[in-house]
């Protein structure tokens, strides 16, 4: 694939994900992408030019006066190593793909309007190729009919959107409007254009369960557990950002899906063993993140609703426990569990558990604590290896802790016979 045709524009408008575009523009240059940033004005308060160019390695566009259409490359631009002051928003519009990330309303409102009162908007609608919006804006906004309204419009303009996510915004309300995580902006790009990810773990095929098993008590109720499947979901994204091919055996989550990544749905931990086990023989690494029941009803659980006046008594039986009797036919493959523990020698506990349950690899946490773990967006974590110290990561989003673990994956690959990719 020629530099020219991996060139895309990444466009940077005013909200505070402006931010997150930083770790974006990563992950597009690590991905091989050669990549020119426009920042509108007032996105330069949230993020200077300086951060984006020292990551794409070009110099930043923007506009020196609103409503003109000089460009004005962050200061230390090198000469020749990037478009020159007279560089056209006709021929940025030549480039394969148009990332709008964070979008604004503002933006948005001007793009279906055909404004072209800045760099960025004229840009779009010179534009041949073809163009993402990522929105990010406070839940209100997001949901007000003249942004939906725009959005539908744009869409059948031929305009891709990738949704918000739902969750804590920067204004501390919580609801729709925080911008997709990089990883699935990356993963759409990727889909559009066809290309294949390049990253440490190219090759490397990597099998997540995550999420919490439900064993039916009867035909509306059943026994499970917290596990939102968020660090599941995390690892999987991130292996994907990193060049893997990657699948998730999901149970019961309720997250956005990466359009890089298969997923299979389970309901209860026989059918999470049975498709893992189906699935094991052709992935190298398996990290086992879901939150398996380890009782269910005995027998198959009631058809229909227990009443109240039935008062049944229920008989527990415990589950298999799934990881303990994976057999190892594949030699590459490397087996990451996860234990959530809580009270005292919990680090202890973990250990031991990597050992009984033939784990490669175990990854802590301490769940006495509210504001990590379960359902949470950060964790704290110790990731332990056989034969290996102790790696400690300091409560972080649970991205970051995916990437740390994915770090030592990498590691204990490298380290090891050379056998696997
Ligand atoms: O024993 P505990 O549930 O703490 O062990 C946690 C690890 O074992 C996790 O990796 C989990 O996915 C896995 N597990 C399993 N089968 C079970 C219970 C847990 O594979 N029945």
Not at 10 to 37: H, M, N, P, W
Not at 135 to 149: G, I, L, S, Y
Not at 207 to 215: D, I, M, Q
Request: proline share 4%.
């Amino acid at each position: 694939m020629s530099n020219e045709r991996r060139q895309i524009v990444l466009g940077v408008t005013g909200s505070i994900a402006a931010c997150k575009s930083v770790e974006l523009l990563r992950l597009l240059v690590q991905a091989g992408f050669d990549v020119r940033v426009i920042q509108t004005a007032a996105s330069r308060n949230f993020v200077g030019m300086d951060a984006f160019q020292a990551v794409s390695g070009r110099p930043v566009l923007s506009e020196m006066f609103e409503g003109g259409d000089t460009i004005t490359p962050a200061a230390g631009a090198q000469a020749g190593s990037g478009p020159s002051p007279d560089f056209t928003h006709i021929e940025l519009a030549r480039s394969r793909l148009l990332l709008i990330a964070p979008a604004t309303a503002n933006t948005i409102g001007k793009m279906a309007a055909g404004i072209a009162d800045n760099l960025l908007l004229s840009t779009y609608l010179a534009c041949a190729c073809p163009v993402v919006v990522c929105p990010a804006m406070n839940c209100r906004m997001w949901e007000h009919p003249a942004v939906q309204d725009n959005l539908r419009l744009l869409e059948r303009r031929g305009v891709i959107v990738v949704p918000p996510e739902t969750g804590m915004l920067a204004c501390g309300e919580e609801g729709a409007g925080r911008l997709a995580e990089p990883p699935r902006i990356l993963a759409r790009v990727i889909q559009l254009l066809g290309e294949p990810v390049h990253g440490d773990l190219e090759g490397l095929r990597v099998l997540v369960t995550a999420g919490g098993t439900r064993e039916p008590i009867d035909s509306v109720r059943f026994i499970t557990n917290r596990s939102s499947g968020k660090m599941g979901f995390a690892i999987a994204e991130r292996s994907f950002s990193r060049g893997a091919n990657v699948t998730v055996i999901a149970a019961n989550c309720s997250l956005p899906r990466n359009p890089g990544i298969r997923y299979l749905d389970v309901v209860t931990s026989s059918e999470l063993a049975r498709v893992l086990n189906a699935e094991m023989g052709g992935f190298d690494v398996l990290f086992m993140t879901a939150a398996v029941s380890d009782y269910k009803v005995s027998g198959t659980g009631t058809m229909g609703k227990i009443e109240r006046v039935d008062k049944k008594d229920l008989q527990l039986v415990p589950t298999s426990d799934i990881v303990s009797s994976l057999d190892r036919n594949n030699k590459c493959s490397l087996k990451v569990g996860f234990a959530a523990e809580y009270g005292e020698d919990n680090l202890e506990r973990a250990r031991e558990k990597m050992f009984s349950k033939d784990l490669d690899m175990i990854v802590f946490n301490d769940i006495s604590r509210s504001d990590t773990g379960f359902d949470s967006d950060d964790n704290e974590i110790t990731i332990m290896a056989k034969d290996r110290g102790d790696v400690f990561v300091d409560k972080t989003s649970k991205a970051e802790c995916a990437e740390r673990i994915l770090d030592q994956v990498a590691e204990l690959l490298a380290d090891s016979s050379g056998g696997c990719p």
